[in-house]
């Protein structure tokens, strides 16, 4: 079924006359409107607060609970310092540990396995099954 020229100019006349409409602008809203958005406005700032104490009571008690767990394994576990992350293009910083990290970034080795000098992943000091089997001889 062939749509014809002039259904397609229709619809596009009809498409163009209500984007015109859906891109109005409303009126300003009435101070009642406006004093009930700014008050729903602070209750949520205010459940965001208390949701964000909550959450780091919560990542306290787990880190807490972690270190006393490798504590009992004879794991001595020192917790790093949070640092802020970089504030925004153009943004002036309000903390000076978002200006200044307190730790140096990390090498890429120290995130990998040990590797002895033949090639050999290893995984406590011992060299696996897997990787003694495609040892060349």
């Known amino acids: 079924m062939k749509i014809s020229k002039l259904s397609a100019l229709l619809v596009a006349a009809a498409f163009g006359l209500l984007s015109g409409i859906a891109g109005a602008k409303l009126p300003p809203p009435t101070p009642e409107a406006q004093a ?4 729903a406005k602070a209750k ?3 459940a965001a607060e208390v ?3 909550n959450l780091a ?18 794991i001595t576990v020192t917790p790093t310092p949070v640092v802020a ?3 925004a293009a153009g943004a002036p910083s309000t903390t000076p540990a978002a200006a200044s990290p307190t730790r140096p970034l990390e090498k890429a080795e ?10 050999d992943a290893k995984m406590d000091g011992k060299v696996t ?8 001889k």
């Open 129 to 136: 099954e897997k990787n003694e089997a495609n040892r060349p």
């Open 110 to 119: 120290a995130h990998s396995a040990p590797v002895d000098p033949k090639g």
């Open 85 to 87: 992350p970089p504030a």
């Open 44 to 46: 949520a700032a205010a």
């Open 51 to 53: 949701e964000k104490a």
């Open 36 to 39: 009930k958005a700014d008050e």
């Open 57 to 74: 009571k919560a990542q306290d008690r787990v880190a807490a609970r972690y270190i006393e767990q490798q504590k009992e394994k004879g």
